[in-house]
């Protein structure tokens, strides 16, 4: 039993039993963890690197952030093993101790952002970034046309058809809610990167982390000159209706299960607890998002 305790904690991809603890894709602390008590659940497109840099921070690194590279190897952080330890050696039976004992004394926090923002961010990334010309292979597939000189909207658009015909493949561009386990983790704050820095100040002061002043987002330091969120509408509107409709079904337990909002929602790219979800995505009721497969529709 205990060998499968370790084994569920530390292989996502593993079932737990009912009412066990599921593991998200990557669970990272400081290497002074005991200082603060910080549980971070890492989720690619969030702002992850700005997190991770913060970590850096926290360890003790007082160098600039803007200096701060490599912050995505988990050599560089503390080790939860560690913790799993210390929570045996604390229980009259070490061999019941379960991944929810070890992060029960953990501030857990995760963060999650509007899938339709997370995919153009991916997208910036992943392709504009790193390509000559802004264009992969799997694109051209989708639309032969394209070149060097083709708009950042029409190579979106070919971007967005491939990831949803299931050429173009990455966990960047995967649905959250079952990467971070958001039904099956005990999450203090599933915080919205949408509102990082006001959230942000809640997790400093439940983790004695005050003093370490967190990074600002790609736009506010100027590495970018458009935040994402204001390109939405425009990189939108060149992808097919309905490849759109297939992007909010492929995405769908995103939008349903942490209130985000689609296009038409005057509240784009919140929340809003007060949509009629079976109205947007379809009767809910029918469907067990735990049987959902996290593949593209096509």
């Known amino acids: 039993k205990q060998w499968y305790q370790r084994r569920v904690a530390i292989t996502p991809g593993i079932k737990a039993e009912p009412g066990e603890v599921r593991k998200p894709r990557m669970l990272i602390v400081a290497k002074n963890w005991k200082e603060n008590m910080l549980l971070y659940s890492s989720n690619p497109k969030t702002g992850s ?4 840099k913060w970590f850096t921070r926290i360890q003790g690194d007082p160098r600039p952030y803007s200096e701060m590279s490599g912050v995505h190897s988990m050599g ?50 992943k392709i504009l ?38 050429k173009i493949n990455n966990f960047h ?15 203090d704050m599933i915080a919205q990167t949408e509102t990082t820095q006001q959230q942000i100040k809640e997790v400093q002061e439940h983790t004695n982390t005050t003093q370490f002043e967190f990074p600002g ?51 784009f790219p919140y929340l809003d607890f007060d949509q009629d979800f079976d109205k947007e995505f379809g009767l809910l009721g029918e469907e067990d998002p735990t049987n959902t497969k996290n593949e593209p529709p096509g």
């Not at 080790?79 to 501030?107: H, M, R």
């Not at 802004?134 to 990831?163: C, Q, W, Y």
């Not at 100027?222 to 992808?239: C, M, N, Q, R």
């Not at 209706?241 to 909002?261: A, C, H, N, R, S």
Request: glycine share 6%; proline share 6%; aromatic share 14%.
């Open 217 to 267: 987002s790609r736009a506010e330091v100027g590495a970018d000159s458009v935040a994402t969120v204001h390109l939405a509408h425009e990189f939108y509107d060149k992808v097919k209706p309905d490849i759109m409709e297939q992007i909010y079904q492929y995405y769908k337990w995103d939008f349903v299960l942490m209130g985000y909002t689609k296009f038409s929602n005057p509240n």
């Open 173 to 187: 561009f995967t649905p959250q809610w079952d990467k971070m386990k958001i039904c099956d983790f005990p999450y």
């Open 76 to 125: 560089r952080y503390g080790n939860l093993n560690q913790a799993w330890e210390l929570a045996e050696s604390k229980s009259s039976d070490p061999s019941s101790v379960t991944l929810g004992d070890v992060i029960k004394p953990f501030y857990s926090v995760g963060f999650m952002r509007n899938p339709l923002s997370r995919l153009i961010s991916g997208f910036r990334d």
């Open 49 to 52: 690197t700005s997190f991770k």
């Open 129 to 166: 970034r790193r390509t000559n010309d802004g264009i992969k292979p799997e694109m051209l597939r989708v639309n032969p046309g394209l070149t060097g000189e083709s708009s950042d909207p029409e190579k979106f658009a070919a971007f967005a058809e491939g990831v949803m015909k299931g």
